[in-house]
């Protein structure tokens, strides 16, 4: 009892010492999303139920991302991919993991062209439309309603270059109305939520930003509901506009809140360090911009790792645009965002920092028949030498390890744990070890599986 008050006595002191001598600043956050909270934002993710399955995937989604985007289990498609029948089932999963991890949803999104079912484009009536629009909205807006923190509610409605209205069934059968219609809609189904607008290329000042402005100021004017504009930010390493934060304010003084809401910074793969440094340097100036506004409240990456990006599908030869490369290693644009917001990655030498004491890891599958393959792994160190190492297979459906060498797994459902075989634990800094195993695929599927690596 004495011990025990004399210790809080002692702490009292120390505290008050600390208060007169001017007391240490708290440790720098290590993770995004802790960065994000200091400053009062949220750092966020798209994220896909078809990845869920996999460990690193969600190990990362949880330990970095604070705020999650379904990537397009909300969309309309999806959502009510036949007249008056919802499905809301992978969008429900991903909204209870968020829920279970502490984590903000953003919905994505009500009234979009693209992703949209062709008996919606095939309606020619202005009534009708009209009717199935607000149903959709009260339907899918009131399923979720409580549950997230924004929607957004129209997405893409603005041509690039000119600013004029996209040609879209929207636009064309119901007309100017439909944007504002739909904002009421949203309202009036879940008026828990920020309803936002949202578009790509109007993240710096332009024709279409200008627009979207005097859309935004319209609306303000006249009371429908908008809450928030979201700037998606599918930029090109070395042409993020110089401009970002100033567009940020014009939007936050209409009185709106902004979001940066799909973030990604292309480049031409494959990727090398020059490319990576000028990549680290626009996440850098992004995120600033962010940082600087006060009414900006998050930012949202579009997806964790470069292996699932949506990039190499639609722009050829590009890719490589997110914070986590294919193995889920952090890149150098992780690192500079997370001094961005006010973190700190690590002096050299912290344990867990890519390049010094920390390990990285690659697969590459060495020969392949029907219903089998083998794999090797190889795990080399940083700039210092690691004593020990973990590798994480996550095997396809199917996929088993029949053998394994130089490595000694444990294995829990699809997830094979390798820890080294003794003698190649040790990795002098620039390194490698590497283990190879045998996996059957009974249904022929020899696709990459999972990998993440780390010490100890
Ligand atoms: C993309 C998804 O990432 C892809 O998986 C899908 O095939 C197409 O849509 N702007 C948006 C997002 O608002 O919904 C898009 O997401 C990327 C561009």
Redesign the pocket.
């Known amino acids: 009892m004495r011990r025990a008050l004399t210790s809080v006595l002692g702490a009292a002191t120390l505290l008050l010492a600390g208060l007169v001598a001017g007391a240490p600043p708290a440790a720098a956050a290590s993770t995004l999303k802790d960065a994000a909270a200091a400053t009062g934002r949220v750092f966020g993710t798209?994220a896909?139920q078809s990845h869920m399955g996999e460990s690193a995937y969600v190990n990362t989604l949880n330990r970095e991302f604070n705020q999650l985007t379904p990537?397009?289990e909300m969309?309309w498609e999806t959502t009510e991919p036949s007249r008056d029948s919802f499905d809301y089932s992978a969008a429900d999963q991903l909204v209870q993991h968020a829920r279970s991890q502490g984590m903000e949803v953003r919905g994505?999104?009500l009234v979009?062209h693209?992703?949209l079912p062709s008996w919606v484009e095939g309606i020619s009536s202005r009534t009708e439309l009209l009717e199935v629009m607000r149903n959709h909205i009260a339907n899918v807006a009131g399923h979720f309603r409580g549950d997230l923190t924004t929607w957004d509610v129209v997405?893409?409605a603005f041509e690039d270059g000119t600013g004029a209205r996209r040609d879209t069934v929207f636009q064309r059968v119901i007309g100017d109305g439909y944007i504002e219609e739909a904002f009421r809609a949203a309202r009036a189904a879940d008026p828990t939520a920020k309803l936002c607008y949202?578009d790509?290329n109007i993240d710096g000042r332009n024709a279409k930003s200008d627009a979207v402005y005097a859309m935004v100021q319209d609306f303000k004017r006249r009371g429908v509901p908008i809450d928030c504009v979201g700037l998606?930010g599918?930029l090109i390493v070395g042409s993020v506009p110089g401009d970002v934060q100033a567009n940020i304010q014009r939007f936050a003084d209409l009185g709106v809140d902004v979001y940066i809401t799909?973030l990604d910074i292309r480049m031409q793969t494959p990727p090398n360090s020059q490319k990576l440094a000028q990549q680290a340097a626009d996440y850098r100036s992004v995120v600033s911009a962010c940082v600087a506004v006060t009414r900006c409240k998050g930012i949202t990456v579009?997806?964790i790792t470069d292996k699932y990006s949506?990039i190499p599908?639609v722009f050829e030869g590009e890719g490589a645009a997110l914070l986590f490369d294919d193995n889920y290693n952090k890149k150098p644009a992780y690192d500079a965002s997370l001094e961005a917001l006010g973190g700190d990655p690590g002096d050299p030498g912290d344990p867990g920092d890519p390049g010094d004491g920390d390990v990285t890891c690659t697969y590459t599958r060495t020969s392949q028949w029907n219903n089998g393959f083998n794999g090797q792994v190889t795990i080399t160190a940083g700039s210092s030498a690691v004593s020990s190492w973990t590798a994480v297979l996550t095997m396809r459906s199917g996929q088993s390890i029949q053998a394994l060498w130089n490595g000694t797994p444990s294995t829990s459902g699809s997830v094979v744990t390798v820890k080294p075989a003794g003698w190649n634990a040790n990795i002098p800094a620039g390194a490698s070890a590497s283990f190879g195993f045998t996996a059957s695929a009974p249904n022929g599927d020899v696709s990459d599986p999972g990998l993440a690596c780390g010490t100890p």
């Open positions: 798209a896909a990537e397009n969309k994505h999104t979009w693209s992703q997405n893409e949202n790509y998606q599918h799909e579009w997806g949506w599908d």
